[in-house]
């Protein structure tokens, strides 16, 4: 099935917002791009084809231009990479966040219930008992 045939399953409030954050930044749709990329198994047979092609047959002596090349590239995906854990840990607190109002106001609806249900109880067996 589609994802279309299914009803539209609710979703946390701080992942709508994150998605909608991320769709509405140009800066971080490109990193977010980049991160799929780097991240899949493409980028490492792209890499692969590269760099056997540099060693065979671009230059005589590729070992000073490539190892450029891959620190380079290097520091740029690890920065790629903590741009990944930064906003992974961001959701994370913002949803930890909005869990614990709601469960903190959850606590205090069902203490209100709770009490209320006392004095309901406590009013109907003095009305039944008789005190």
């Given at each position: 099935m589609t994802a279309s045939t299914h009803p539209a399953?609710?979703?946390?409030?701080?992942?709508?917002?994150?998605?909608?954050?991320r769709a509405a930044d140009a800066q971080l749709r490109i990193a977010d791009a980049i991160t799929?990329?780097?991240?899949?198994?493409?980028?490492?047979?792209?890499?692969?084809?590269?760099?056997?092609?540099w060693m065979l047959f671009a230059e005589s002596s590729p070992w000073p231009t490539l190892t450029l090349v891959v620190s380079l590239e290097a520091i740029f995906l690890s920065t790629f990479v903590m741009i990944g854990q930064n906003r992974a840990s961001a959701f994370q607190q913002a949803k930890a966040d909005h869990d614990f109002i709601e469960q903190e106001l959850e606590l205090k609806t069902n203490t209100e219930l709770?009490?209320?249900?006392?004095?309901?109880t406590t009013e109907l067996h003095r009305r039944t008992f008789g005190s």
């Open positions: 399953r609710p979703e946390h409030p701080v992942v709508t917002r994150t998605r909608e954050k799929a990329f780097a991240g899949s198994m493409a980028f490492v047979y792209l890499h692969v084809v590269v760099f056997a092609a709770t009490r209320e249900i006392h004095v309901l």
